[in-house]
């Protein structure tokens, strides 16, 4: 699973605790990668920590997934879900050292900031990334319509990737 555009974490996180909890006995060898352009923010979500407020904000079955820090207002995503993620610096308009393909793909929020051209370069470069009938979830303002020609519509913002 990658998590294209992960800012601050809250994203590959909460597939982190979704896989977790719809699948304890791991019958899969589960990967997530996290990217960001942005240095900083994935300094601070590799080390999971969020603010109690938000966390509370989370549906109840989220909440054990995390361990408040003693004497603070803040908690952690727990060892063990952290372990699942791998937090690297990308360029979504660069050049991408991935060598593997992926079932599933997250690129939520960020093709509304490209012009057209670029969104269709890069719809067509995440096709190259799945696997043959992966999926890609976009964000609720953001569209493959006119834009690529690879995906067929599974809902408002999930794509699968077309099978040859």
Not at 35 to 60: C, F, M, N, W
Not at 126 to 133: F, H, I, K, R, Y
């Amino acid at each position: 699973i990658w998590s294209s555009a992960c800012s601050t974490g809250p994203e590959p996180y909460s597939i982190a605790i979704t896989v977790n909890k719809n699948m304890p006995v791991r019958s899969h060898d589960i990967k997530i990668l996290a990217t960001d352009l942005d240095s900083d923010v994935l300094k601070k979500a590799r080390t999971g920590i969020y603010a109690l407020e938000d966390i509370e904000q989370l549906p109840k079955d989220y909440l054990s997934s995390f361990q408040r820090k003693k004497d603070s207002d803040v908690g952690q995503v727990k060892e063990s879900l952290r372990d699942m993620i791998q937090f690297n610096r990308l360029n979504l308009l660069g050049p991408w050292p991935i060598k593997n393909k992926f079932d599933v793909i997250f690129c939520r929020n960020v093709v509304i900031y490209f012009n057209k051209e670029t969104q269709i370069e890069l719809f067509s470069r995440l096709a190259d990334q799945l696997s043959p009938g992966g999926y890609l979830f976009i964000g609720h303002s953001e569209t493959l319509h006119g834009v690529s020609e690879q995906f067929e519509s599974k809902g408002r913002t999930i794509y699968q990737k077309k099978v040859e």
